[in-house]
């Protein structure tokens, strides 16, 4: 029974993890959206680039044999196709597909989230330490090293004082 209760509890936090609820966010979004791209190359673009021949891009395609269809039909009879009109067609709807996903979707939300970024300030970001501070620090490390820790901070700013005079 602990070892049922251990498994349902794992597969309820991997459930309840950010990046599975955005990814099935995004899949309910990308799957309503398909229909919209689909729409508009089968309506828009098919047609304007059917101006060249069928407005059916389905109908274009190669022969690499001697083919022959049947005439009342249109479908093959022999032959071997090559259906460019097909990949075309597919390839034209996942290129207004990404463009549309790119514009509408990733470029305002990094937008967004850089605006966000730049709201909280520059007063969340640690300040990194100047060269001086290094060296002050690496100075102590390798005193610290030698004698022991400096019971007084000030006393090794003179030493620094000193060794500055003497070069």
Not at 48 to 72: E, F, M, R
Not at 128 to 136: D, G
Request: proline share 4%.
């Amino acid at each position: 029974m602990s070892e049922s209760k251990g498994v349902l509890q794992g597969f309820k936090e991997f459930l309840m993890r950010g990046n599975v609820i955005e990814l099935a966010v995004a899949v309910v979004v990308g799957a309503a959206f398909t229909n919209i791209v689909n729409a508009v190359v089968k309506g828009v673009i098919n047609p304007i680039i059917g101006a060249l021949g069928s407005q059916n891009l389905d109908n274009y395609k190669a022969c690499l044999t001697v083919c022959h269809t049947d005439k009342k039909t249109g479908e093959f009879t022999d032959g071997i196709y090559i259906l460019w009109g097909s990949v075309l067609s597919a390839a034209l709807t996942f290129l207004i597909t990404a463009a549309v996903v790119y514009f509408l979707m990733i470029l305002p939300i990094t937008k967004w989230k850089e605006r966000q970024a730049a709201k909280r300030g520059a007063d969340d970001i640690p300040v990194n330490p100047t060269e001086v501070e290094l060296l002050i620090e690496i100075r102590d490390a390798l005193l610290a090293q030698r004698t022991g820790p400096p019971s007084d901070p000030s006393a090794t700013a003179g030493i620094i004082g000193a060794q500055k005079t003497q070069q």
